[in-house]
């Protein structure tokens, strides 16, 4: 079970609006063909492997976290604070998040009741999730890759992910990313249409702002993450060296408006859990937390459990953070986010009942600003 825990923040960083030459309008750059191949198979098997997404444990003090070790050097970014953290969650709550929940259910409802990779919703899923960036004024493309269905004797099954950049600088690249196939089992509108939405409405937020980032950002929406983590490992596989040294951090959204859910950070330093994120993963912790300590909400920390698609990225020596609010473990009488103890954080967690009545509206809204702002931090910010 996921239990409540009191986290110490470090002091604030300064708080400034966004000054106009912030808000003038970039234009979207195109993903250069370099280090973001329109084909190929995955190189190797995700470590990841199965794909539940525990929303935590009991919180631990035992041992020293262990850290990945970089693969190589990954610049690291001091996160900039250029908006207030209540200035984003009030423009989030007038966003249309469950816009895209309704849009990708009617996906699921017009294809056999799911949006699994290799299928006809998932290839749907894809196209309005493409319209949506392209409104925006972005160029998204799309990353091929295979993948063998229930392990190596199965049916090879065709997949891809979607990329869109912002313009800034390539050499601190900010991923940010959450998985588009649902289980076929159902449409998956918490699991994981929730990340899509927020990542969606934190991309043409940013557009709409007219904020020019210092770094890229690309957002990410990921194939195959139901089946094994193929999509995002397969994206990881195929940077090179120099690549991965020039992505700054993955922020990941997966499941972000669970019914009866928690708001929860991944713990970046695994000072609770034990695992700890590269270097850098700390600082992500840190920012998501201020987010929501400035909007007076509580929160706490989730491990690195291997069931996402951050976990390519920490393989690698990247720094990784994200969102969660939890599956089938059972929310706990300590917990102060209301809802039921006792009960199950998302009770249609990998069910067919996982569809537009399932999600919390109101957590989707407070999880996506947080994602806005963890994004613009990292956009914005200075190496050092």
Same mark, same amino acid.
């Given at each position: ?6 986290? #110490? ?16 309008? &970039? ?17 190797? !098997? ?27 050097? #990954? ?16 423009? /989030? ?17 017009? *294809? ?11 290839? =749907? ?5 493409? =319209? ?12 091929? /890759? ?13 997949? /891809? ?14 991923? $940010? ?7 076929? @089992? ?30 890229? $950002?690309? /957002?990410?929406?990921?194939? &195959? @993450? =139901? ?24 922020? *990941? ?6 019914? *009866?859910?928690?708001?929860? $950070? ?35 920390? !989730? ?28 929310? !706990? ?6 809802? =039921? ?16 009545? *399932? ?26």
């Amino acid at each position: 079970m996921i239990t409540l825990r009191k986290h #110490v923040l470090p002091p604030l960083l300064a708080l400034v609006l966004l000054s106009t030459s912030a808000c003038t309008s &970039g234009v979207a750059a195109g993903i250069p063909s370099a280090g973001i191949p329109s084909g190929g198979t995955p190189s190797g !098997t995700p470590s990841g492997g199965a794909t539940s997404k525990s929303g935590g444990g009991t919180s631990q003090s035992a041992a020293p976290a262990e850290s990945a070790s970089p693969s190589a050097a #990954v610049p690291q970014l001091t996160p900039a604070s250029t908006v207030d953290a209540r200035t984003v969650l009030a423009a /989030f709550k007038s966003r249309d998040m469950v816009g895209h929940l309704q849009a990708l259910q009617r996906v699921a409802d017009a *294809n056999g009741g799911n949006r699994a990779s290799g299928t006809p919703g998932y290839e =749907e899923s894809a196209r309005y999730v493409e =319209e949506q960036l392209r409104a925006a004024g972005y160029a998204p493309v799309r990353q091929s /890759f295979t993948f063998k269905e229930d392990g190596r004797r199965g049916k090879t099954v065709e997949s /891809f992910n979607i990329l869109a950049d912002t313009g800034g600088n390539a050499g601190h690249t900010v991923v $940010v990313g959450a998985h588009l196939d649902s289980v076929r @089992e159902g449409p998956g509108i918490d699991d994981n249409g929730s990340g899509v939405a927020a990542v969606l409405e934190t991309a043409r937020w940013m557009k709409e702002a007219g904020i020019t980032p210092v770094n890229r $950002v690309r /957002f990410a929406f990921w194939g &195959g @993450e =139901e089946d094994g983590l193929y999509g995002s490992q397969h994206y990881v596989d195929e940077l090179s060296a120099a690549e991965i040294g020039q992505t700054a951090a993955n922020l *990941n959204v997966d499941m972000v408006a669970s019914p *009866n859910g928690v708001r929860s $950070v991944h713990d970046g330093d695994g000072t609770d859990f034990g695992h700890a994120g590269p270097a850098g993963s700390k600082a992500i912790e840190d920012v998501f937390f201020r987010y929501f300590q400035e909007n007076a909400l509580p929160a706490e920390t !989730t491990p690195f459990d291997g069931g996402s698609d951050y976990d390519a990225f920490l393989s690698a020596g990247i720094p990784g953070g994200g969102l969660f609010t939890g599956d089938e473990k059972r929310k !706990t009488q300590a917990q102060t986010y209301g809802g =039921e103890a006792g009960k199950d954080l998302d009770p249609c967690y990998h069910e067919a009942c996982d569809t537009i009545a *399932n999600p919390n509206p109101e957590l989707l809204t407070e999880m996506s600003g947080a994602l806005a702002y963890g994004t613009l931090a990292y956009a914005m910010a200075k190496t050092g």
